[in-house]
């Protein structure tokens, strides 16, 4: 049975939190809100979650995890972020962006896209994730929830709770509402920007 943490939007009591950061360092899988949906998030080199997350979403090897981090000086040790696109990325985060780099080598190779050689990142505009990032000292691997078939993220604690029942270990119930709207992905792969996915983020700057 899913268990339910209940943290506030603004104010994340640290006794909650300590608990959510516990299931990822035991090797757990959450479901947690963002700034565009909820999301599910595990610890960086869990494999077992990693394959929770593939089942769950039905990904192939082609598909992009994101690492959710704290701030741009811990974005910058996972990926390569040259000059040129350093001010645009910096101006849209926090927000509800993911961006697609070359990864470093602190990327875990599975979690690389397997020719290009990249990830996602993005820096969610949140109390409840900055509290937990901070409580785990590392990127959290992350994808928005969206199950097959469906469009948007799933955004309400009691219907993930319903849907994913045996297949998630916690589900993070904030008691605000969550926007039902993916990020906005902004590919820079090859040095410029190319924009895959336009969601909660206005596209516009990238375009």
């Not at 640290?14 to 700034?35: E, F, H, K, M, N």
């Not at 039905?58 to 690492?67: A, I, P, V």
């Not at 704290?70 to 972020?81: E, N």
């Not at 270990?169 to 904030?174: A, L, N, T």
């Amino acid at each position: 049975m899913v268990r339910y943490i209940e943290i506030h939007p603004d104010n994340p009591q640290q006794r909650s939190v300590d608990q959510a950061a516990a299931v990822i360092q035991d090797g757990g899988l959450i479901a947690y809100p963002t700034d565009s949906g909820y999301a599910l998030g595990a610890q960086l080199g869990n494999k077992e979650a990693l394959d929770r997350i593939r089942t769950i979403r039905q990904l192939d090897d082609k598909h992009h995890f994101t690492l959710v981090c704290r701030d741009f000086a811990q974005l910058g040790q996972f990926v390569h972020v040259d000059n040129s696109i350093f001010r645009a990325v910096k101006s849209a985060t926090p927000g509800p962006y993911t961006f697609i780099l070359p990864a470093t080598r602190e990327v875990p190779r599975r979690l690389l896209h397997p020719k290009k050689k990249t990830v996602g990142v993005r820096i969610p505009d949140s109390k409840i994730v900055g509290a937990l990032l901070a409580a785990l000292g590392e990127p959290i691997l992350s994808t928005t929830l969206i199950l097959p078939g469906t469009v948007e993220p799933m955004s309400t604690a009691w219907e993930i709770a319903e849907a994913l029942d045996g297949q998630i270990d916690v589900v993070i119930e904030s008691g605000a509402e969550v926007l039902a709207e993916p990020t906005t992905v902004i590919d820079f792969t090859d040095g410029s920007a190319e924009v895959l996915r336009v969601g909660a983020g206005d596209p516009t700057p990238f375009e």
